[in-house]
């Protein structure tokens, strides 16, 4: 139980429809990001969207670019390549998390 030591937020309550606004926006950025239209959140399936990350953010040959620096537990790769490798798992996660949280939310609304 929280115990709330000030005024500012004693009037507050949950907005799922604002949730569920954030949510969206958050999704339509990473589908605009991959070059997906983020106006229709709905047309994609979560395995089409992570695949087109996996696809967007991807070096054809990792050891073409920059000197090797190491990876606690593999092998040396480029830093270039180190980086977008972790910028596309960051995508995948943000991903993953809003579709779960948005699913969460249209059934608290009522709205699935």
């Known amino acids: 139980m929280t115990i709330r030591k000030s005024t500012e937020n004693a009037n507050r309550t949950y907005s799922n429809s604002a949730d569920l606004a954030q949510i969206e926006y958050e999704m339509a950025i ?3 990001i991959c070059g997906l239209d983020g106006s229709s959140i709905d047309s994609y399936e979560i ?3 992570v695949d087109k990350i996996k696809n967007t953010f991807k070096f054809k040959n990792p050891n073409s670019v920059g ?3 190491a990876v606690p537990g593999s092998e ?3 830093a270039p390549y180190v980086y977008i490798k972790k910028l596309s798992r960051q995508l995948a996660l943000s991903y993953r998390r809003n579709f779960r949280w948005r699913k969460i939310s249209l059934h608290a ?3 699935l």
């Open 47 to 49: 395995d089409t969207v």
């Open 109 to 111: 609304g009522g709205l």
């Open 30 to 32: 990473i589908l605009y």
């Open 76 to 78: 040396a790769l480029p």
């Open 67 to 69: 000197e090797p620096i």
